[in-house]
């Protein structure tokens, strides 16, 4: 794979980025010299998915030699883990191994404990060591409390210029025969993303007659509808599907998710028909754990496979029905939205609650008093309104 064999080895080698780099350096180096009150103790590297946020950390730890004490999503994060695990590691500055510890937290705007960031501040208090958390969106409001102690490092996109510097010695020393025009092409296809370049350029080096200056110009014109309905379809060839799928590898896979039922193929036998809807399961369910081993682990070397497995889950299906966009989304939007109602009514609760509980024991004497008064006065009346209607007809 053209992705592990010319992965970076160093932080100068990292395409893009090189003076949000050097800031990091400059405050991991600085951490241990600078005041406390201005010192920012956790570095936030944030910015979108595939622009070298987790290689700059790995090649941070290996240029200073560091032993990372690390936090991921799918972890055990809640508050016990917290105390009796990461606290005490936070506050020894160097391991058994005689490295220097440094905390690094991945992915910290993916975590669902609503608890997460509120003992994470406590960590930042309490640590002697530095720390560095990855995200993709700064500005989640979940992350709020933790900004006052971060280092604000944002990662961009490389620019066009970047990238050729970095690929076209890739293109000379593997003999790949494309024109700058088309490997121009091949880069704004894959939406500066350099792993999704070093793909595609490696499916163009394997199949000589493609033009991605044609195919791939009129294939991303089109919608992701389209682009599910040819990737479903059994007239696409293999090679197509595959060119396809790298235009939007994180998209498809829930959209075949949403869409492989209603256009899996038809059979007299519907024991046939099970065992190809079946297949679309397994597929689809291998691909969710590769999926999470990527984003979780960083091991972005799985995506071949992940592309195999979607070509696979359709291999039973033809697209004959509307295709319709993945409600993934919404589930995940409607189900925050129910959590942050359900935590605000909880907190509503708990302040309603609180006066009446004292309120209690004084009120006793003057509820059952008042009620009874109360009720017996509403009575007579009642009885004398009937009286007067009584009188009055029999008049």
């Not at 370049?197 to 394997?206: A, D, G, I, Y």
């Not at 691909?287 to 992940?306: A, C, Q, R, S, T």
Request: glycine share 2%.
């Amino acid at each position: 794979m053209l992705i592990d064999k010319y992965k970076p080895d160093e932080l100068e080698n990292i395409v893009g980025n090189a003076t949000i780099i050097s800031s990091i350096q400059n405050w991991f180096e600085n951490w241990y010299s600078s005041n406390e009150k201005s010192k920012k103790i956790c570095a936030l590297l944030w910015g979108p998915s595939g622009i070298g946020k987790t290689l700059t950390v790995e090649l941070l730890i290996k240029k200073y030699n560091l032993q990372d004490i690390s936090l991921n999503p799918d972890e055990k994060v809640d508050k016990d883990h917290i105390l009796k695990s990461i606290v005490p590691s936070i506050q020894t500055r160097k391991s058994f191994t005689n490295k220097q510890n440094i905390f690094v937290i991945h992915d910290i705007d993916c975590y669902d404990d609503y608890g997460f960031i509120s003992n994470i501040v406590d960590c930042l208090k309490k640590t002697k060591i530095p720390v560095i958390a990855t995200c993709n969106d700064r500005y989640d409001q979940k992350l709020k409390p933790l900004l006052p102690f971060c280092l604000d490092a944002k990662f961009q996109k490389p620019n066009m210029n970047d990238i050729m510097k970095y690929v076209k010695p890739i293109v000379s020393k593997e003999s790949i025969k494309i024109s700058d025009v088309n490997l121009k092409q091949l880069i704004e296809n894959a939406d500066s993303d350099i792993r999704n370049t070093l793909h595609n350029l490696q499916l163009f080096s394997k199949n000589t007659n493609t033009t991605p200056d044609t195919n791939h110009k009129d294939k991303t014109n089109t919608n992701i509808f389209e682009l599910t309905k040819q990737f479903m379809s059994q007239n696409t060839e293999m090679d197509d599907k595959q060119r396809i799928f790298w235009m939007n590898s994180d998209l498809f896979p829930l959209m075949i998710h949403e869409n492989y039922p209603m256009n899996n193929i038809k059979m007299k036998n519907e024991a046939t028909y099970l065992n190809n809807i079946a297949d679309s399961i397994h597929s689809l369910s291998d691909i969710d754990l590769f999926d999470k081993d990527v984003h979780m682990n960083g091991n972005w070397e799985l995506m071949p496979y992940i592309s195999w497995l979607s070509i696979k889950s359709v291999n039973n299906c033809h697209s004959k029905v509307l295709i319709k966009f993945t409600s993934f989304f919404e589930k995940r939007v409607s189900k925050k939205q129910t959590m942050n109602y359900d935590n605000y009514c909880h907190k509503k609760s708990k302040k309603t609650s609180s006066p009446k509980q004292s309120a209690k024991p004084k009120s006793k004497t003057t509820t059952t008093t008042t009620k009874p008064r109360k009720v017996k006065s509403k009575e007579p009346e009642k009885v004398v309104k009937r009286r007067k209607v009584k009188l009055i007809i029999e008049e």
